[in-house]
């Protein structure tokens, strides 16, 4: 675990590094926009967390929940993109007394619909700016995004007709079907905890595509909500693809170049932000995270 955390420390001070100018800018951001840009990431645990608890009927504290998905953050540094945190989650759901079935499926219910969610915000988001970047005269935005989300359809259609691609993706999505649509049919009875979970699912991305826009405010941009959030949205999705810890060089290159088409900034000054966001999302609760999961094994929750 300590020889992936140093990996990615590694990795992620030699692209900060790649330009000069870009790491001086970032030395010299903004005091009180880089402040809230950490209060938007701080935020982001507390709504996870009822984002988690929210398909789980069985009462599960909240403080405990809530450094479980702290936790989180480190173990994504040395398990697989995604499953790290699934796993985490339903560790601690078996600590708590309930049957594998149920806790697989409150889990994998929560993810699938946080995905659903994810996909709904990003059209939303893509109309809403309408393709088009800041520059009005220059296309090369939209075919960009365009692009990106040409590699997401062509990649789906990759593991729905290559055979052997197909078996690895649906070993990878049954734990978050499997009996997650039987969970979701049960929380029915349970509305007040299933508003809660959609809610806490919805405002997840909001409050990191928050972050990364008061990054881009801390470097001395002002650019609209919305192009923010396409950036956040449709960059994370592609870049979490590369097989690295975080995503580390896949989230950044896609994000700062889905920005740079959206905003109409050049890809040096879009990745800038894009780096000051990743610093505080992934390397500011790596040590916090560490010492979160360390505190829940000791007291036997995991």
Same mark, same amino acid.
């Given at each position: 675990?300590?020889?992936?955390?140093?990996?990615?420390?590694?990795?992620?001070?030699?692209?900060?590094?790649?330009?000069?100018?870009?790491? =001086?800018? @970032?030395?010299?951001?903004?005091?009180?926009?880089?402040?809230?840009?950490?209060?938007?990431? +701080?935020?982001?645990?507390?709504?996870?967390?009822?984002?988690?608890?929210?398909?789980?009927?069985?009462?599960?504290?909240?403080?405990?929940?809530?450094?479980?998905? @702290?936790?989180?953050?480190?173990?994504?540094?040395?398990?697989?993109?995604?499953? $790290?945190?699934?796993? @985490?989650?339903?560790?601690?759901? @078996?600590?708590?007394?309930?049957?594998?079935?149920?806790?697989?499926?409150?889990?994998? %219910? =929560?993810?699938? +619909?946080?995905?659903?969610?994810?996909?709904?915000?990003? =059209?939303?988001?893509?109309?809403?700016?309408?393709?088009?970047?800041?520059?009005?005269? !220059?296309?090369?935005?939209?075919?960009?995004?365009?692009? &990106?989300?040409?590699?997401?359809?062509?990649?789906?259609?990759?593991?729905?007709?290559?055979?052997?691609?197909?078996?690895?993706?649906?070993?990878?999505?049954?734990?978050?079907?499997?009996?997650?649509?039987?969970?979701?049919? !049960?929380?029915? *009875?349970?509305?007040?905890?299933?508003?809660?979970?959609?809610?806490?699912?919805?405002?997840?991305?909001?409050?990191?595509?928050? &972050?990364? /826009?008061?990054?881009?405010?801390?470097?001395? /941009?002002?650019?609209?909500?919305?192009?923010?959030?396409?950036?956040?949205?449709?960059?994370?999705?592609? $870049?979490?693809?590369?097989?690295?810890?975080?995503?580390?060089? $896949?989230?950044?290159?896609?994000? %700062?170049? #889905?920005?740079?088409?959206?905003?109409?900034? =050049?890809?040096?000054?879009?990745? $800038?932000? #894009?780096?000051?966001?990743?610093?505080?999302? +992934?390397?500011?609760?790596?040590?916090?995270?560490?010492?979160?999961?360390?505190?829940?094994?000791? *007291?036997? +929750?995991?």
């Amino acid at each position: 675990m300590v020889a992936g955390a140093l990996v990615f420390a590694a990795l992620l001070y030699t692209q900060a590094a790649l330009d000069r100018n870009e790491y =001086g800018l @970032l030395l010299g951001s903004d005091p009180g926009w880089a402040l809230l840009a950490v209060l938007a990431m +701080v935020l982001s645990y507390p709504v996870a967390t009822l984002g988690f608890l929210g398909f789980v009927p069985e009462r599960i504290g909240f403080a405990r929940a809530g450094l479980a998905q @702290l936790a989180g953050s480190f173990v994504r540094l040395v398990a697989p993109s995604g499953l $790290g945190g699934m796993a @985490l989650n339903t560790r601690l759901l @078996l600590r708590a007394g309930i049957a594998p079935g149920p806790a697989a499926s409150s889990v994998g %219910a =929560g993810q699938l +619909v946080g995905l659903l969610l994810h996909l709904l915000q990003l =059209g939303f988001f893509l109309w809403l700016t309408g393709f088009h970047p800041d520059q009005k005269s !220059d296309h090369t935005g939209e075919l960009v995004v365009l692009g &990106c989300v040409g590699v997401l359809l062509a990649t789906v259609l990759v593991l729905l007709t290559v055979p052997r691609w197909r078996r690895w993706a649906l070993g990878r999505l049954r734990p978050l079907t499997e009996g997650s649509v039987t969970r979701l049919r !049960d929380l029915a *009875r349970h509305p007040r905890h299933l508003t809660v979970g959609v809610l806490g699912q919805l405002l997840i991305s909001m409050t990191l595509a928050s &972050c990364l /826009y008061c990054c881009m405010r801390a470097m001395g /941009y002002e650019p609209r909500f919305a192009t923010v959030a396409v950036a956040f949205l449709l960059g994370n999705a592609v $870049g979490s693809a590369v097989p690295t810890p975080g995503g580390v060089g $896949g989230v950044e290159a896609a994000t %700062a170049e #889905v920005l740079s088409a959206t905003t109409g900034l =050049g890809y040096a000054q879009a990745l $800038g932000p #894009v780096v000051l966001f990743r610093l505080i999302t +992934v390397v500011l609760p790596v040590l916090p995270g560490w010492a979160a999961l360390g505190l829940l094994q000791r *007291r036997q +929750v995991l």
